[in-house]
């Protein structure tokens, strides 16, 4: 009955978040990481579940989204729905947990102090795989106390498979494998070698069971066996190199987007080592960059380390893509909650409750190693609010279990002196002002400006731009952004001024190039282009959207041998890229130049292209245009009768249906 109670508040607070939630500008989107599992998923509830590649992100949450959306629908409401109900359940899970562990009243004070932590809100509204990561946090919590309570060969099988799972969602979380072992060694140690050998046969089995068919997987499409995911080695280094701030920065500045991410890793660590490498060797290189840099200079290291620690502790709650201040302006439930019940307030309520119950040590030992290697593996790699939420289970756990015992003695504080003496020095250590609120402030108003963008609404996407850049006026990225969101309202002459600002702050950078450029270009001051793409061409190295960004902005100024050979180049790069191929296939089907056309590559190329999900007018189009370089005019029509609008449309129909061919317009 508690455990349905607790469930039931938790849901109906999330459930008021959600109807508030409706506000904020970005809600109803997917930011950065939520694109890439949102993308995933819908190619797995496609059918795609087996995949093309060894796993770079953690693929638990997607496989998790795939099958929401084939039993329920694609729709983000529904998934948030399910979501929502399973936090809710996590907060009845963790009532169970404490009164195993503590008592009854401490497991309902752990339960709904979960149920109002306003970071577990919002994360359970989040397409991010926070609320997985905490729901599996907790279960770990659970199966642990149901272990210690008595060591069986199915408790062991569930408490492997659960942090198995949990690996499958945080990857590092796989140091707790042999922390749990120990654990659970040690509660079978009175109970005689069977009983030991049956907990660590069981523990193997649990895991084995939740990662070996990953492990399998990753084999079977990419011929290594790579336990979990590859990018294990380059989130360290960002986390651990001479600059490391202690939270992320992307490898190259400004393509923090996940798909930059791997392929930026990638083509760093082959340019270093003059060599095609594969995942596993990619994560290896940046690992072994790390180590070198710890074993040259282990001060500054443990410098960093400490960087880190005290971010993990602190009050302030570092925000990726989506940033919970943010919607705060938006949600007035977040706000209040956040006033009340802060991180801030939690982590001091655990410590006091640590050092309130530290003569109990021996039998909560389970929570406490739990708590302290999680806290660790975010430590070793970086911090951010969402890697850290999966401490919070440990945290509400002894947090709640203090709150009783303090209500219990409330009439004889002195007798606990120690305890709120031990709450106070945490809470000033935890509250220390590291950041203000509005630190990545500007971030957010530009993920939000970049939803409204995408919407269709520039003007509400400029408001919001500028709105960032008033708050940090030396953001080279916002600025640029500000230039696109200019440049598709129509202010042509505007996001030409603002592409100017960017690139004399950044100093050359190939995307400001390209942009500057590409703007040029549209207002038709055609002579400035050719030295920017020239200089563009040399910071393209090995970055495959590069060359193929070159090669629009020269098809634009009618530079088409210039166009094929970057779009070749991108392709050399990245076979895989759809919108490449389509470029080249644009152009062997439509150059004036007759030494450029060949109308079988295009073909070839674009069929391949729709083949691996290319789709929409420009793939219609250029199909259509490459049959009728070949003269299948009729073929052409068909093509572009499935659909397609819009003055160049119109104007293909014309032409396939004269038998004439489409051309550019001569240099």
């Known amino acids: 009955m508690l455990f349905a109670g607790i469930a039931l508040v938790a849901l109906l607070v999330r459930l008021v978040y959600l109807?508030?939630?409706?506000?904020?500008?970005?809600?109803?989107?997917?930011?950065?990481?939520?694109?890439?599992?949102?993308?995933?998923?819908?190619?797995?509830?496609?059918?795609?579940?087996?995949?093309?590649?060894?796993?770079?992100?953690?693929?638990?949450?997607?496989?998790?989204?795939?099958?929401?959306?084939?039993?329920?629908?694609?729709?983000?409401?529904?998934?948030?729905?399910?979501?929502?109900?399973?936090?809710?359940?996590?907060?009845?899970?963790l009532f169970l947990a404490g009164q195993r562990f503590f008592s009854r009243r401490a497991g309902v004070a752990s339960g709904l102090l979960l149920a109002f932590y306003p970071s577990a809100i919002f994360f359970d509204g989040c397409i991010q795989k926070s609320n997985l990561g905490l729901v599996l946090a907790t279960l770990l919590l659970l199966a642990l106390a149901l272990l210690r309570e008595r060591t069986s060969l199915a408790r062991s099988i569930a408490l492997g498979f659960v942090l198995g799972l949990l690996m499958l969602t945080r990857e590092e979380s796989i140091l707790l494998v042999p922390v749990l072992l120990l654990l659970g060694r040690r509660h079978a140690r009175g109970e005689g070698w069977p009983v030991r050998a049956?907990?660590?046969?069981?523990y193997a089995l649990g895991l084995l069971l939740a990662l070996?068919?990953?492990?399998?997987?990753?084999?079977?499409?990419?011929?290594?066996?790579?336990?979990?995911?590859?990018?294990?080695?380059?989130?360290?280094?960002?986390?651990?190199?001479?600059?490391?701030?202690?939270?992320?920065?992307?490898?190259?500045?400004?393509?923090?987007?996940?798909?930059?991410?791997?392929?930026?890793?990638?083509?760093?660590?082959?340019?270093?080592?003059?060599?095609?490498?594969?995942?596993?060797?990619?994560?290896?290189?940046?690992?072994?960059?790390?180590?070198?840099?710890?074993?040259?200079?282990?001060?500054?290291?443990?410098?960093?380390?400490?960087?880190?620690a005290f971010l993990c502790a602190n009050a302030y709650e570092m925000p990726d893509a989506e940033d919970m201040y943010f919607y705060?302006?938006?949600?007035?439930?977040?706000?209040?909650?956040?006033?009340?019940?802060?991180?801030?307030?939690?982590?001091p309520l655990c410590i006091a409750g640590i050092w309130h119950f530290r003569s109990r040590w021996r039998e909560l030992a389970a929570p406490l190693a739990l708590l302290a290697t999680l806290a660790a593996g975010v430590v070793a790699f970086y911090v951010f609010a969402r890697y850290r939420y999966?401490?919070?289970?440990?945290?509400?756990?002894?947090?709640?279990?203090?709150?009783?015992?303090?209500?219990?003695?409330?009439?004889?504080?002195?007798?606990?002196?120690?305890?709120?003496?031990?709450?106070?020095?945490?809470?000033?250590?935890?509250?220390?002002?590291?950041?203000?609120?509005?630190?990545?402030?500007?971030?957010?108003?530009?993920?939000?400006?970049?939803?409204?963008?995408?919407?269709?609404?520039?003007?509400?996407?400029?408001?919001?731009?500028r709105e960032a850049l008033a708050l940090r006026p030396d953001s080279a990225q916002t600025r640029g952004n500000l230039g696109?969101?200019?440049?598709?309202?129509?202010?042509?002459?505007?996001?030409?001024?603002?592409?100017?600002?960017?690139?004399?702050q950044r100093n050359g950078h190939v995307y400001d190039l390209l942009r500057l450029a590409n703007a040029l270009a549209q207002a038709g001051h055609l002579a400035e282009c050719p030295p920017l793409l020239a200089q563009a061409e040399t910071q393209a190295t090995n970055d495959a959207v590069a060359?193929?960004?070159?090669?629009?902005?020269?098809?634009?100024?009618?530079?088409?041998?210039?166009?094929?050979?970057?779009?070749?180049?991108?392709?050399?790069?990245?076979?895989?890229?759809?919108?490449?191929?389509?470029?080249?296939?644009?152009?062997?089907?439509?150059?004036?130049?007759?030494?450029?056309?060949?109308?079988?590559?295009?073909?070839?190329?674009?069929?391949?292209?729709?083949?691996?999900?290319?789709?929409?007018?420009?793939?219609?189009?250029?199909?259509?245009?490459?049959?009728?370089?070949?003269?299948?005019?009729?073929?052409?029509?068909?093509?572009?009768?499935?659909?397609?609008t819009g003055a160049q449309h119109e104007a293909l129909l014309a032409a396939f249906a004269r038998h004439e061919a489409w051309r550019l317009p001569p240099p």
């Open 212 to 308: 070996a068919p990953v492990a399998w997987r990753n084999h079977a499409v990419g011929g290594e066996w790579v336990l979990t995911t590859s990018q294990a080695g380059s989130n360290f280094f960002i986390g651990n190199h001479p600059d490391a701030p202690g939270y992320y920065v992307p490898l190259k500045a400004g393509r923090s987007n996940v798909a930059y991410e791997r392929q930026d890793a990638t083509d760093i660590a082959e340019l270093v080592s003059r060599r095609k490498l594969t995942p596993k060797e990619v994560s290896s290189f940046w690992f072994g960059e790390s180590f070198k840099w710890i074993r040259a200079h282990p001060r500054d290291w443990f410098t960093v380390l400490g960087r880190k």
């Open 198 to 202: 049956r907990f660590g046969a069981g």
């Open 547 to 644: 060359w193929r960004d070159l090669a629009n902005v020269y098809t634009q100024v009618r530079r088409y041998a210039d166009a094929l050979r970057c779009a070749r180049r991108s392709l050399e790069l990245d076979p895989r890229g759809r919108e490449a191929r389509l470029r080249a296939a644009w152009l062997l089907a439509c150059a004036p130049d007759p030494a450029l056309r060949n109308g079988g590559e295009a073909l070839a190329l674009v069929q391949s292209a729709v083949r691996d999900g290319a789709g929409g007018a420009l793939a219609l189009e250029t199909l259509a245009a490459a049959l009728a370089e070949l003269g299948r005019f009729d073929e052409a029509l068909a093509q572009l009768a499935r659909g397609g």
């Open 390 to 465: 999966s401490l919070v289970p440990g945290l509400t756990l002894f947090g709640g279990a203090l709150l009783v015992e303090l209500w219990d003695a409330r009439r004889a504080l002195a007798s606990l002196r120690s305890t709120w003496i031990a709450l106070a020095i945490a809470v000033v250590i935890v509250d220390w002002p590291l950041y203000p609120r509005d630190f990545q402030l500007p971030a957010s108003y530009g993920n939000a400006a970049i939803t409204l963008d995408l919407r269709g609404d520039h003007a509400g996407a400029i408001r919001l731009y």
């Open 328 to 347: 705060e302006r938006y949600v007035p439930l977040l706000h209040a909650l956040d006033w009340i019940l802060p991180w801030g307030v939690l982590v």
């Open 19 to 93: 109807h508030q939630a409706r506000a904020v500008p970005m809600f109803d989107a997917l930011i950065e990481d939520g694109e890439s599992y949102g993308a995933w998923s819908d190619r797995l509830a496609s059918g795609d579940w087996l995949g093309k590649d060894v796993f770079y992100q953690a693929p638990l949450y997607p496989y998790f989204l795939g099958v929401v959306k084939l039993v329920f629908g694609r729709d983000l409401a529904t998934i948030r729905l399910v979501q929502a109900l399973l936090g809710s359940l996590a907060c009845g899970v």
């Open 484 to 504: 696109l969101a200019l440049e598709h309202a129509g202010h042509l002459e505007e996001a030409i001024t603002e592409y100017r600002a960017v690139l004399a």
